[in-house]
């Protein structure tokens, strides 16, 4: 999709209106849209042959409701054979959000084709008619350019999910975070098992032991030109496959469980905008890419690992996998990097979450109310919708074990998200409990059809949220 910004715009094939009430419409349109059965309601659409004009309803003129709105125009458009599209940023003495607009178009109008031997994939050109804007062509320009960068890296986050795990494993990870750093001149350090094994990260490399693709610990880093003194620490479960390992799982419970690099997949995504939006604080993004299989060398139910912080676990179900590998990859993060002022992990952590609060929610655990408070703001911005899950006391006897310092699994399944959280928090150093927060995104990440204006597939989850809540530091 090419999208150009114009001062009145007179060439074009069909001209795009969202409509949220129909006696904002002209009268001879009005009467015209009320023959063809529209009504201005989210997900319909009216096209008028007359005059080119492709209607398209929409809840309100804001926020989700537009972004959806575009969305289902673009998607609608498909049908057309129509290439240059025109849109009036102002309509009706209505002002859109450019970013709203933009981010409805390009996440509405993501296609996965990949895989498929026919494809007739249609460029359009959007062209954008600023006149009477409020705003200067620059600061419009501006807009775009980082909405495109935002769009563009989420898309890139789902391409990565949905990447068939035969053809993405953790050395296919590793390589692209190589390609992100090159292109934007990050920092890029990957380390093998022999540096997992000597530097006692036996937790993460028991995971990945009985794969045929080795285990990769990813280390990106991007500075700003001018010095600063924040530091924001990512860390991403980037489990290429989730089997279960010898806890198998069932054959329903295994599809789509490509899904399970979606955090080291958004910490990708992350990544690759920072340099594009000019972010002035230091960022790490740490990935632990691992596969989780069987076979006489898996890691087994009744094994106890020593983590790098020398926690010792007792591992009652191997298909709890992902804690082990953000467990040694959150201490690596802490002994490699001093001073940080934010730490994140975001997760596909466990199916718990989807029964807590639906599949398009991500739950956010942590200590600090007033870090909570943040994402909860970056959440509303963002459109990607977060819930808080809280702690207590009687949650935390659940993860004991009788035979190492701590399981790898609740002895109940109840509150089975949060039970998880807190054993990441024993990896967690006291002096950065405040500064943590975990994101589990196993709901929102990956769904087989498609919802809003993600599409059927991955969603690029914590992409958005993350990015909006470091623009929004202060
Ligand atoms: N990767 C899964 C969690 C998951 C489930 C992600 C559904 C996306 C969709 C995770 O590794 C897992 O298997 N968790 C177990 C934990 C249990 C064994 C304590 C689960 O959720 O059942
Ligand atoms: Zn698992
Ligand atoms: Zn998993």
């Known amino acids: ?35 063809s059965g529209f009504t201005a309601q989210e997900n319909q659409s009216s096209f008028l042959s007359c005059n080119k004009k492709y209607y398209i309803g929409a809840s309100s003129l804001k926020g989700e409701d537009l972004k959806i709105a575009f969305s289902n125009a673009v998607v609608g458009l498909k049908q057309f054979n129509a290439k240059i599209i025109k849109i009036s940023l102002k309509s009706n003495d209505k002002e859109y959000a450019l970013e709203e607009l933009i981010e409805g178009l390009l996440l509405g109008s993501y296609e996965f084709n990949k895989y498929k031997s026919k494809t007739k994939e249609k460029k359009l050109d959007i062209v954008l008619d600023i006149e009477n804007s409020s705003k200067t062509f620059q600061e419009l320009e501006k807009n775009l350019n980082k909405t495109i960068a935002i769009c563009s890296s989420v898309n890139l986050t789902r391409n990565i999910v949905n990447t068939t795990p035969e053809d993405y494993y953790p050395q296919t990870m590793a390589n692209d975070a190589k390609k992100i750093a090159k292109k934007d001149f990050l920092e890029c350090k990957v380390f093998g098992e022999d540096y997992l094994l000597k530097n006692d990260m036996n937790a993460m490399l028991s995971v990945g032991r009985a794969s045929r693709h080795e285990s990769q610990l990813i280390h990106l880093t991007y500075k700003p030109k001018k010095e600063t003194k924040r530091k924001i620490v990512i860390v991403g479960k980037g489990l290429t496959y989730d089997s279960g390992g010898l806890s198998l799982k069932s054959s329903e419970g295994m599809l789509s469980m490509k899904c399970d690099k979606s955090g080291a997949s958004a910490v990708l995504g992350i990544m690759n905008t920072l340099k594009d939006v000019n972010c002035p604080y230091e960022v790490h993004g740490i990935i632990g890419a691992v596969e989780n299989m069987i076979g006489g060398n898996a890691y087994k139910p009744d094994d106890v690992l020593k983590a790098k912080n020398g926690t010792t676990i007792e591992v009652r179900n191997t298909d709890a996998e992902g804690r082990l590998v953000l467990a040694d990859c959150l201490c690596y993060a802490q002994d490699e990097i001093k001073d940080i002022d934010y730490i994140f992990d975001i997760a596909t952590l466990t199916g718990a ?6 599949e398009y929610t991500t739950g956010v655990m942590g200590h600090s109310e007033k870090l909570k408070k943040k994402i909860a703001k970056a959440s509303k911005k963002s459109g990607e919708l977060v819930a808080f899950l809280p702690y207590n006391r009687y949650l935390f006897d659940l993860i004991k074990s009788n035979v190492a310092d701590i399981s790898n699994t609740s002895s109940s399944r ?53 990015l909006n809540f470091i623009e929004n530091l202060k």
């Not at 979450?353 to 639906?358: E, N, P, Q, R, V």
């Not at 039970?419 to 995104?441: G, P, V």
């Open 414 to 466: 109840a509150g089975g998200t949060i039970t998880a959280s807190m054993f990441l928090d024993k990896f967690i150093k006291k002096e950065n409990k405040q500064k943590w927060l975990h994101f589990d995104i196993a709901g929102p990440a990956y769904k087989e059809k498609p919802w809003g204006y993600n599409p059927c597939g991955a969603s690029g989850t914590g992409v958005r949220l993350i």
């Open 353 to 358: 979450c989807l029964i807590a609060l639906g």
């Open 1 to 35: 999709m090419n999208i150009k910004l114009v001062k009145d715009c007179q060439k074009f094939d069909i001209e795009l209106i969202i409509v949220n009430n129909l006696n904002k419409v002209n009268k001879k349109d009005k009467n015209l849209l009320k023959l």
